[in-house]
């Protein structure tokens, strides 16, 4: 279950990635993205097929995985892909020592929330920040809850 303290969590980490950040500025990866760079933290994409996203602040360098994050044991990530994919990611994620993250709503299913709030059976073991709740109909969404989070980080 997400709670303030999970939020806060997320936004106590000094650097963020957005697995599934899209060339698309349609697709809520590339606006997750974008909302990260407007709040002026340090944010690395997450794209397997493109090297590069361009968006309204510049030309951001992506990596191909979590696995590839400069330093992922201080890094908080931001999830927006189906859920097959959000699985593998946060099998990663555990692998490699992130320590927050935050599934964006249609991001998972049964399995992949059973999987991240498994602490106890083998699954994900950092904070977790995803259904229902937040301040949206939706459930947390970084869009819209992600200022009040930042608040609670002083971060904001």
């Not at 950040?21 to 340090?42: D, I, R």
């Not at 990530?77 to 599934?103: C, D, F, H, Y």
Request: charged share 15%; net charge negative; proline share 7%.
């Amino acid at each position: 279950m997400t709670t303030e303290a999970s939020v806060r969590g997320f936004f106590s980490s000094p650097q963020f990635a957005v697995v599934g950040a899209s060339t698309n500025p349609a697709k809520f990866g590339h606006k997750v993205l974008v909302w990260y760079q407007a709040h002026e933290l340090a944010v690395t994409p997450i794209n397997p097929a493109s090297a590069t996203i361009a968006t309204s602040y510049g030309e951001a360098a992506t990596v191909k995985s979590i696995s590839e994050l400069p330093d992922p044991t201080k890094t908080s990530v931001s999830i927006i892909t189906p859920p097959p994919v959000t699985l593998a990611a946060l099998k990663e994620a555990k692998r490699v020592g992130v320590p927050a993250v935050w599934l964006q709503p249609g991001t998972f299913n049964d399995e992949v929330l059973a999987f991240a709030y498994g602490k106890d059976t083998d699954g994900y073991t950092g904070d977790v920040v995803a259904g229902d709740g937040g301040v949206g109909g939706e459930g947390w969404c970084v869009l819209v809850d992600g200022e009040k989070g930042l608040r609670s980080a002083g971060k904001l």
